[in-house]
């Protein structure tokens, strides 16, 4: 599937602009934003789409101010990424109907895998906790998760996420504080177990 966003991306490019360039760093690029977009969009079809936009919106930004004025596109690319999925995740509707499963059936799940054995169990326990970090992240404000989604999956500095959702350093730490907070809270039965 990125395969060919990729290359019809990379072919209107060449139509336009009459170089390779685009195409091959597109081409270098596209794995990181898309990985960016699914853990920020939680949704592959919608990364998929995030990941087209960001790569469109940069081509015609490149049209307008030339390539030559880029510093790092790696961060300048990412900027964009982020700000088209918090754009998306602002507008989507359908947030609304994503909810988490009922207590007991999260229990009984959880009761059903043995936390110890390797195998298909464990393979199925590990599934049911990153839908749980899915589920809890979609509780999370869009800045919030931008903020998480640079920092521990993207490994970015403090810095470099105060830059690209150009905020202040200190507003960065301030969300990455409540979002750890958070987390801690929605995801405190994995833990300390099942007593709160």
């Not at 754009?87 to 988490?100: A, G, H, I, V």
């Not at 970015?156 to 202040?168: H, K, R, V």
Request: glycine letters at 6%.
């Amino acid at each position: 599937m990125m395969g060919a966003m990729a290359e019809r991306l990379a072919v209107r490019a060449e139509s336009l602009v009459g170089t390779r360039e685009f195409g091959s760093w597109m081409a270098s690029e596209q794995k990181r934003v898309f990985l960016l977009c699914l853990r920020m969009l939680q949704d592959q079809e919608e990364a998929d789409s995030a990941t087209q936009d960001t790569f469109l919106k940069a081509f015609l930004a490149l049209q307008k101010a030339g390539a030559s004025e880029l510093e790092e596109p790696g961060k300048w690319i990412i900027r964009i990424a982020v700000n088209t999925c918090l754009d998306r995740l602002r507008s989507r509707k359908w947030q609304f109907w994503r909810r988490r499963p009922a207590q007991e059936e999260e229990v009984a799940i959880l009761e059903a895998a043995p936390a110890g054995e390797p195998g298909a169990e464990a393979q199925l326990f590990a599934r049911q906790i990153q839908g749980r970090l899915a589920r809890a992240l979609d509780k999370l404000s869009t800045r919030q998760r931008a903020v998480f989604t640079l920092r521990h999956y993207e490994g970015c500095s403090l810095e470099e996420i105060a830059g690209i959702l150009d905020l202040g350093i200190g507003t960065v730490k301030m969300h990455l504080f409540r979002t750890m907070k958070k987390l801690r809270l929605e995801l405190h039965d994995l833990y300390f177990g099942r007593s709160r």
